[in-house]
């Protein structure tokens, strides 16, 4: 439904026909849907903040967007530049702190960085290798960067908050917390509901909570969480 292809058994990807010449890239279901509630419009100016390594950036550009990428990691900016250019899609690219950023944009897609606890279907040893101790300062950089993305969108604009998360305090938290902290900010809850997704997966404020055996008899998806925020006029 988001207009995925699951292979099976593809082996090495580089070698799968297509991806030299650009006519695909790798995403996860779940990681695809973010683009497709926002439903990026031609011409529009969107924000792309955590860009790195590009795969909702390309959605945005293929979509006809004109898409302006911050991350702040100059090697994960370089492959999400290598990627561009191998789809043959157009994005201006900024490395830098998403908090820097300045400017006023049509719509703002901020997948930020979290614990990666949705991750778990693809890698089992997550809950070993994660104690929690750094979660409260992902957390806290979400509050701040939800805050400086909201001062960034155009008044009647859309920002996206998403994280690959399966905690509620880097979700729908996040969202119930930001509503009190804004008052011209609301949940677009009808945006949330797009092809494939089951209306019961919406959650009370509004948002979207996608879970690893969701969609099992396709493969499963990554746990994300998902909310669409309009700004108001």
Known sequence: PTGSVRVADAGQVTMMPGFAEGDW???DAAAALPVKILAPQKGEAVLDLCAA??????????????????DNSGQRMQRLKENLARVHLPAKTIVSDAREIEGEFDAILLDAPC?????IRRHPDL?????????ADLIDLQTDLIDHAWRSLRPGGRLIFCTC???????EV???EALERHPDMHVDKDAVLVAGVDPNWATTEGGLRL???????????DGFYIASLRKSV
């Open 25 to 27: 890239w790798v995403q």
């Open 53 to 70: 390594p590009g795969g909702k950036t390309m959605q945005l550009a293929a979509a006809g967007a004109q898409v302006t990428a911050v």
């Open 115 to 119: 614990s990666a606890t949705g991750t």
């Open 127 to 135: 809950p070993y290798a994660k104690d929690g101790s750094e979660f």
């Open 165 to 171: 998360s399966l905690l509620p305090d880097e979700g």
């Open 174 to 176: 996040q969202v119930d």
């Open 211 to 221: 879970r690893p055996d969701y969609w099992s008899d396709l493969g499963g998806m």
